[in-house]
């Protein structure tokens, strides 16, 4: 059973359209993550929330922002998708002890 | 700022063979995570090693880890196609943050 949920898992968006991803999960977990991985490359951490506390990595441009209205959601916005940010963006979990990150499926975007 | 490096980036190898991948981190950290990546999949945990001198292994994997070198290693054992994927190691930094390699494309040939 998936434990991580990341839905759409493919979502094609025009440049400077607004988009939403969402990741759901039913760990429980404290901690959750935003990941983006451009091909061939290694995951990037944009930002993580610590239960209702939101961290954000320095260098993550501010297009980008994220809400976690309960334990179990939380939602990547992107304000104005450029071509540069097509993407696949994943979604994980940890317990905030240990870190052991559980990752979702992904979602994968391309911008038109 | 914490460096996560892999190496090599890019592996052929052929069934049967056996092989390393490194991993090199830049700062302290006792705790190291292994992961594998199937083309345009998520990421699947492999190994969680907590220790200095920790050692896992699954199947033809094997994962250890020097604290005090900065090191990890991923060793392959008679290698088969099925494990042709691209491998990342990732390290703590801070509290809850994971620093990934650049990860090491594994491709395996009969």
């Known amino acids: 059973d998936a434990m991580v949920i990341q839905n759409p898992r493919y979502q094609v968006t025009q440049f400077g359209k607004p988009v939403t991803l969402s990741c759901s999960q039913t760990?429980?977990?404290?901690?959750m993550y935003w990941y983006q991985q451009k091909s061939s490359q290694a995951p990037k951490l944009l930002f993580h929330?610590?239960?209702?506390?939101?961290?954000n990595e320095a260098d993550t441009p501010d297009n980008f922002q994220s809400r976690r209205p309960n334990t179990s959601f939380c939602f990547l916005d992107i304000r104005s998708p450029g071509l540069g940010d097509a993407a696949m963006y994943l979604c994980?979990?940890?317990?905030?002890?240990?870190?052991?990150?559980?990752f979702g499926q992904g979602t994968r975007l391309t911008v038109v | 700022e914490l460096k996560v490096e892999q190496n090599p980036l890019f592996l052929s190898m052929q069934e049967g063979k056996n092989y390393t991948i490194y991993c090199n981190y830049s700062?302290?950290?006792?705790?190291l995570y292994w992961y594998r990546q199937d083309p345009g999949k998520s990421l699947e945990s492999l190994f969680v090693?907590?220790?200095?001198?920790a050692v896992k292994q699954e199947g033809r994997l094997m994962a250890s880890l020097d604290t005090k070198a900065r090191l990890s290693t991923l060793h392959i054992t008679a290698a088969v196609h099925d494990l042709s994927a691209t491998y990342f190691c990732?390290?703590?930094?801070?509290?809850?943050?994971?620093?990934f390699g650049q990860g090491t494309r594994l491709t395996i040939n009969p």
């Open positions: 994980a979990t940890s317990t905030g002890l240990n870190t052991e990150a559980f």
């Open positions: 760990l429980n977990h404290n901690v």
């Open positions: 929330y610590y239960d209702k506390d939101f961290n």
């Open positions: 700062t302290t950290s006792d705790r």
């Open positions: 090693l907590l220790s200095n001198g």
């Open positions: 990732a390290v703590v930094r801070g509290a809850q943050k994971l620093v």
